[in-house]
């Protein structure tokens, strides 16, 4: 299993470099395993909560893909802290093309 | 899209009152006051301002009535216990009895597995989790689909129906009887043990009603036990079969014990109809008494977008959950409060909720709101509602169908002959008697 690096700015502004990225786990996922601040998940990955809003960086965006509907009706109703790249983490599964990849964790709800 | 609540909720009882009165509120009124009880937003409102860690000496709790101070609770599950919080409210007065009687009669006396705190509720919990994600139960919508439509069709000629018993609670018993892999026809048992679970959570019955709903448990957990051992011969399609079958790893705590999930299939079945039987009922009396909320949803019918704003919005501007308990496992700062170890906390969530600050004009109902999941109905942190997303979708899809059908939506009753549960855990009427006429 490769090892996939992911760079998290948290939700105080502290930068974190993850390099133990793991093919098919979520970036939720790993994030909770490094504690990243601000990623707090409260409903477990079922996609029903958005607290673990995460902002990619232009650059990756492409690679990482937009919401599907599910994810966007979540998305909607965050409107006031929403910004065109917002994810949410636990519906970003990594694979080897994400390797590098850059977000910014989002305020809390 | 706003308009503003009128009536008997109308948008004062979110502010706080004159103050000579606000401290008379606070000094003198309490959570258990049938008064109080029925319209408690003056209350919050009061304790908000002027003591928002607030001491109900009646309840011997202390009322958690701001949204920072709730969510700085469901960020420390370890400092602010659920397993002692939740397990003290039980049966209070009455716990060894209680308990007794269900080891007697019930096959035995099972605490709930998923009141509980990390790291223990972190393995218990996802081992819930994945039967309940958003995706999952958006396959379920043609499902629920088919139940509200069978459902309103069967009470399209009578043109009148009790909101809560004819339809709020049929519909999510329906539901979560399909889901569970129950036996439909016992409809009428579900409602009756369900106000018997919730009954111990809500700290208004006395020993006689202790021992009526206790008899109720120890039926409902005898009728659980039996469709586990079915389940655990001959595996089904359905959530017995999974929580009886679930397994996490390997080894030790790898797989649920007949005790946690006894208590399990028991709390997703009263969790998942009451209070989303709770609020659908809601939902049946805006539409009754506020006009434009009816127009309002109307015109969202057709859109998804819309819709799921509407369900937000009904959610946090009338919370089915009153309040869920915690106990402090250390001596804390809350809210300004030096707080002992084993202070037994009430968190409302329909105080928070009504924070003008957080939500401007709360009494509006406002589907726009740029931060409309800001409300804590569904509670928040490692407890926040695992069933959220089905809670959701069944309100959606009730709420759609219910607006294209029926028309014209009445009260029967007065507003203010309108009866509360007695229970400080939800706000659920017990009734609401509504007529109405059928779309073309």
């Known amino acids: 299993m490769g090892e996939i690096c992911v760079t998290l700015t948290d939700i105080e502004g502290s930068v974190v470099e ?8 979520t970036l939720m996922e790993l994030a909770r395993r490094h504690d990243v601040k601000g990623i707090i998940a409260e409903c477990g990955g079922a996609c029903s909560c958005a607290t673990c809003h995460l902002y990619i960086d232009a650059a990756w965006s492409a690679a990482v893909g937009t919401p599907d509907p599910v994810e966007e009706d979540m998305l909607d109703m965050v409107e006031d802290i929403r910004r065109p790249t917002s994810r949410l983490s636990c519906q970003i599964t990594l694979h080897p093309g994400l390797d590098g990849l850059i977000a910014e964790v989002a305020p809390e709800l | 899209m706003t308009i503003v609540r009128d009536a008997a909720n109308d948008d004062t009882q979110a502010r706080p009152g004159p103050e000579g009165e606000d401290a008379r509120l606070v000094e003198e009124a309490t959570l258990l006051d049938p008064v109080v009880h029925k319209q408690p937003r003056r209350f919050y409102a009061a304790m908000r301002k002027l003591d928002p860690v607030h001491y109900d000496a009646a309840l011997d709790m ?27 409210q039980q049966a209070k007065g009455f716990a060894e009895e209680f308990q007794q009687i269900l080891r007697e009669k019930g096959g035995g006396y099972f605490p709930d597995a998923i009141m509980s705190d990390p790291p223990y509720h972190t393995r218990v919990r996802k081992l819930m989790e994945s039967a309940f994600t958003a995706h999952r139960v958006k396959d379920l919508e043609p499902r629920i689909e088919a139940v509200v439509d069978g459902l309103l069709a069967e009470l399209a000629d009578k043109g009148a129906m009790d909101a809560v018993t004819d339809f709020a609670q049929p519909l999510t018993i329906r539901i979560i009887c399909e889901q569970l892999g129950l036996d439909w026809s016992i409809k009428d048992r579900i409602a009756r043990w369900s106000t018997a679970v919730t009954a111990q959570i809500g700290r208004m019955q006395d020993r006689e009603e202790m021992l009526g709903h206790a008899a109720q448990i120890c039926e409902l957990q005898r009728y659980l036990i039996a469709k586990m051992r079915e389940r655990e011969a001959d595996p089904r399609e359905d959530m017995i079969s999974d929580i009886v079958h679930a397994r996490d790893g390997e080894g030790e705590g790898s797989v649920l014990t007949f005790e946690e999930a006894v208590s399990l299939i028991r709390a997703l079945l009263i969790a998942g109809n009451e209070t989303t039987a709770t609020a659908l009922s809601n939902l049946v009396l805006i539409l009754a008494t506020e006009p434009a909320v009816a127009e309002m949803l109307r015109a969202s019918a057709d859109d998804d977008r819309l819709m799921n704003r509407f369900v937000e919005e009904l959610l946090r501007i009338e919370p089915p959950v009153r309040g869920l308990s915690r106990m402090t496992t250390k001596e804390v700062e809350l809210g300004g409060r030096m707080l002992p170890e084993g202070a037994h906390l009430l968190l409302l969530y329909a105080s928070a909720n009504d924070e003008p ?31 959220l997303a089905l809670a959701r979708m069944e309100i959606k899809v009730a709420a759609r169908l219910l607006v294209r059908k029926f028309a014209d939506v009445r009260l029967a009753i007065a507003e203010e002959d309108i009866a509360y549960l007695p229970t400080v855990a939800t706000r659920s009427m017990e009734s609401l008697p509504v007529t109405f006429t059928l779309n073309d």
């Open chain 1, 18 to 25: 993850i390099e133990d990225g793991a093919e098919g786990e």
């Open chain 2, 357 to 387: 600050e957080i939500f401007p004009e709360p009494r509006r109902f406002d589907m726009e709101r740029k931060n409309i999941m800001k409300h804590v109905s569904f509670g928040g942190g490692v407890h926040k509602c695992v069933g």
């Open chain 2, 62 to 88: 202390y009322l958690v009535s701001r949204w920072e101070d709730i969510q700085t609770v469901q960020r420390d599950p370890l400092t602010f216990s659920v397993n002692k919080g939740y397990h003290t």
